[in-house]
């Protein structure tokens, strides 16, 4: 067999096999452990969370009702506070990583606070993350991407 026909065979070998498979996070308590470390607790209500991870990347999108301390204290202390013009710019379109889901909404309601962070990314070496959050009703929007 000549190198031409081993590199076909190998070619089609590849594309048979995929050069990786897409996984979703089992449910949304998952998604919640493989973000934070821990299992989603009593303070935490209506958790909705949606996870893709391919290869060495992930990105996670959070929603759920915590009271303020609680979210700041599963947060730590890389994140810094936008604008709300900031914060709707660098999520819009390209800002997040698609498809976001239905329920993604983190301008919906009064959201006043709006935070960032290029070190918050579970097990990754970089990424990024973006949190709304509403004083009124206590909803937290969380997005987190990370990549080896």
């Not at 935070?115 to 579970?122: I, K, N, T």
């Amino acid at each position: 067999m000549n190198a031409m026909s081993k590199a076909a065979i190998a070619g089609l070998a590849l594309l048979l096999s995929g050069c990786g498979d897409l996984e979703e996070y089992g449910s949304p308590g998952d998604v919640f452990e493989a973000t934070f470390g821990v299992k989603p607790g009593p303070s935490i209500q209506g958790l909705q969370a949606e996870g893709r991870a391919f290869r060495d990347s992930s990105t996670c999108y959070l929603r759920f009702r915590s009271p303020l301390p609680q979210l700041n204290g599963l947060l730590g202390a890389s994140f810094t506070k936008l604008t709300a013009d900031e914060f709707a710019s660098k999520t819009s379109g390209a800002g997040v990583s698609g498809p976001t889901p239905a329920w993604w909404t983190p301008l919906a309601g009064s959201p006043t606070v709006f935070l960032e962070s290029g070190a918050f990314h579970p097990g990754f070496t970089q990424g990024r993350a973006f949190v709304s959050y509403d004083s009124s009703s206590q909803v937290a929007h969380l997005y987190w991407d990370g990549i080896d």
